[in-house]
C-alpha cells in the first residue's frame, strides 16, 4: 500500500478512498477486467470499496481479518488503545530499539519465536516511516464501510481467526453479517 513497502513514503494523503485508487490503478495498468479479489485486515475494507464501485469487475471477495468499523470506531477502549499505539508509532518506529515496534508484533504475531518476532520488528523498521506508520494506523483505525457492505454483489467469503489480537472475531462476524449471502467461517 502506499506509505510502505518499496511504494514512496512520502504521500500527501493516506485514506480508504487513496487506497481504493491505487488499487483502481494497479487493475487498470495490468488490464484485467473482471477477477477474484482478496482483501486482508485492512484490506478487506478497501476490497469492499472496490467491489461496490466497480460491481462488473469483482468476480468473488475473499475477506480475512477484516472489519466493518475500524478499532477507533469500535468501543472506547480500543479507541484509547489505537491512539496510544499511534503515539508510540510517532516516538519510536523509526528507532534502533525494537521496543516500540515489539508492541505491534506482539499483537500480529503473539505466538512467534524470539527469531521471528526480531525479524518482524525489523522489517517493520525498514518498510515505512514512524510518520507514515502512525498515520496508516491512524487512517486504518478509522475506517467505517458500514454504508458500503449491504451493497456487495459479488459472492463473498468472510474469514476471521480466534483469538486475533487486532481485529477481535466479533468485527468479523459484523462484516460477513452485512454483506447480502456472504458465508463466515
Not at 520488528?121 to 510518520?131: F, G, I, P, V
Not at 486504518?140 to 476471521?160: E, Q, R, W, Y
Not at 466479533?170 to 453479517?177: D, I, Q
Request: hydrophobic content about 40%.
Amino acid at each position: 500500500a502506499r506509505g510502505n513497502g518499496m511504494s514512496d513514503w512520502a504521500v500527501g494523503e493516506i485514506s480508504l478512498d487513496a487506497w481504493v485508487s491505487d488499487l483502481e490503478a494497479v487493475v487498470d495498468a495490468a488490464g484485467i477486467e473482471r477477477f477474484p479479489l482478496l482483501g486482508i485486515s485492512q484490506g478487506c475494507a478497501v476490497s469492499v470499496a472496490f467491489a461496490v464501485q466497480h460491481p462488473q469487475r469483482v468476480s468473488h471477495l475473499i475477506l480475512y481479518g477484516g472489519y466493518t468499523r475500524g478499532g477507533r470506531k469500535r468501543t472506547q477502549l480500543e479507541r484509547e488503545q489505537r491512539d496510544a499505539m499511534t503515539k508510540l508509532a510517532r516516538l519510536g518506529w523509526g528507532g534502533v530499539n525494537p521496543a516500540f515496534r515489539q508492541l505491534f508484533t506482539s499483537n500480529f504475531m503473539p505466538d512467534a519465536t524470539p527469531e521471528e518476532a526480531e525479524s518482524f520488528n525489523e522489517l517493520q523498521r525498514k518498510t515505512t516511516s514512524a510518520d507514515c506508520a502512525a498515520r496508516y494506523f491512524e487512517a486504518t483505525g478509522n475506517f467505517d464501510i458500514s454504508d458500503l457492505v449491504g451493497h456487495v454483489s459479488a459472492p463473498t467469503l468472510v474469514m476471521h481467526a480466534r483469538g486475533d489480537l487486532m481485529v477481535p472475531l466479533e468485527a468479523g462476524r459484523e462484516l460477513a453479517s452485512g454483506i447480502p449471502g456472504a458465508r463466515f467461517v
